[in-house]
């Protein structure tokens, strides 16, 4: 008896929503539970290209600590781009990219660097 393969949905949203677990650690159990609904639900998101998940689009950005924004467009409706530094986008993008223990540890070293002296901050060459 042959197994069959289901593809994978090419929706946008349900892909930042997987990625979103991934990179925090989570898993599709814990978003399923935390939401109340059936894992069935999920796995029709995920493979069947079914738009249910847009009746909970504000429980899954909450659960997530995303915006809806994010999650329906990819773009973060409490960053705005255009008045922010490329330095500061790429900060973003740097911690987007992180699980969750990562994002703990960047913010400890960001809080460090605040109260570092002129002299600790010497340690790092950041002169690129």
Not at 42 to 64: D, G, H, P, Q
Request: hydrophobic share 35%; net charge positive; with cysteine.
């Amino acid at each position: 008896m042959r197994k069959m393969v289901r593809e994978l949905t090419k929706d946008p949203v349900v892909l930042r929503i997987m990625d979103q677990l991934k990179l925090q650690g989570k898993t599709e159990k814990e978003l399923v539970t935390g939401l109340g609904m059936s894992n069935t639900a999920f796995s029709s998101w995920k493979f069947e290209n079914v738009k249910s998940y847009r009746k909970k689009i504000t429980e899954i950005a909450k659960f997530l600590g995303v915006s809806e924004g994010y999650l329906l467009y990819g773009v973060d409706d409490y960053i705005n781009q255009e008045t922010m530094s490329g330095l500061e986008v790429e900060l973003v993008k740097l911690f987007r990219s992180m699980g969750n223990e990562e994002r703990k540890c960047y913010l400890k070293i960001g809080q460090l660097l605040i109260k570092s002296t002129k002299y600790d901050r010497m340690l790092f060459d950041v002169s690129e």
